[in-house]
């Protein structure tokens, strides 16, 4: 399964709000979830953020979990207008954020798998230089199509 | 208490479970995100906690199921059972007022809301 085919362009949010962490990061919620689905996934994230920030270091953060909310594999995205704190590994500010929510039962391990390839392909995003590049949703999909193609060639 | 709040309570559960078992995955330990022990200590005691909150029987109910299976809730999806993938009698797919458990496996049912 390749990431660029989860991820769908109402879901990726180029011109997000800067804010507060965790406000941002329930701004993306609610792009996938609304109500009390939302609160319980919000719950679940802080949590997993509390065990340690999810900022990998040169403005990227990936924030996840599974929940019972969900019952596929659901990705956002979001890119703040300005960079915001986030309390990364680097202590640098975020300005790409993956959210990625898991069903609790997910056959084939497609969660960590697919986490483990976030995060792959956003350390490409970040030695490429390309976390500011795209303009639309579309181009964002294409870019990650793009990456994830150059990663499998290189293998 | 009402159904709602022991609701609510056994799914922040249940994701937590789920959440502190993840962190324990060679697979997932493999990826490189922080983790720091102490915190993991102070959420294994939020879940203590939350536990404590539920209903009593309730709680021993899911206490069980979780020693047994490792995830205690199933959703429900078509009809089915997804802890056991079994199909579920008819007379239960009527969303009920509290708590029900398969008659084939035993798990908690979790019927998301469409
Ligand atoms: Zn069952």
């Not at chain 1, 697919?114 to 490429?128: D, F, M, P, S, Y």
């Not at chain 2, 939020?46 to 021993?60: G, H, M, S, V």
């Not at chain 2, 809730?73 to 059972?81: E, H, K, L, M, S």
Request: hydrophobic residues 40%; aromatic residues 6%; contains cysteine.
């Amino acid at each position: 399964m390749n990431l660029a085919s989860l991820l769908s362009k109402d879901r990726i949010t180029l011109s997000l709000k800067p804010g507060k962490k965790n406000k941002v990061i329930e701004d993306l919620v609610y792009t996938i979830k609304q109500g009390v689905d939302a609160e319980l996934i919000l719950s679940t994230l802080l949590k997993r953020e509390e065990l340690g920030s999810t900022g990998i270091g040169k403005a990227i953060a990936i924030p996840h979990c599974r929940s019972l909310a969900v019952d596929k594999l659901e990705i956002a995205v979001g890119r703040t207008t300005k960079p915001i704190k986030f309390n990364a590994i680097d202590k640098k500010p975020v300005s790409l954020i993956f959210l990625i929510i898991a069903p609790p039962q997910d056959p084939g391990n497609q969660y960590l798998i697919t986490l483990g390839k976030i995060v792959q392909i956003a350390k490409e995003l970040i030695k490429k230089k390309l976390i500011g590049k795209s303009q639309t949703p579309e181009e964002f999909i294409t870019l990650i199509d793009q990456v994830e193609k150059g990663l499998k060639k290189g293998k | 208490m009402s159904t709602e709040i022991v609701e609510m309570h056994l799914k922040l559960l249940f994701d937590l479970d789920n959440l502190l078992n993840d962190m324990d995955e060679p697979t997932y330990k493999k990826i490189g995100f922080k983790v720091e022990e102490q915190e993991k200590q102070s959420l294994i005691k939020t879940r203590t906690d939350l536990l404590k909150k539920l209903p009593r029987e309730t709680a021993d109910i899911y206490e069980r199921l979780r020693k047994r299976y490792q995830r205690a809730i199933a959703p429900v999806d078509n009809g089915f059972c997804f802890g056991c993938f079994q199909r579920l009698p008819t007379q239960l797919l009527a969303r009920s007022e509290k708590i029900i458990t398969c008659p084939n496996c035993g798990r908690i049912l979790y019927w998301r809301k469409k």
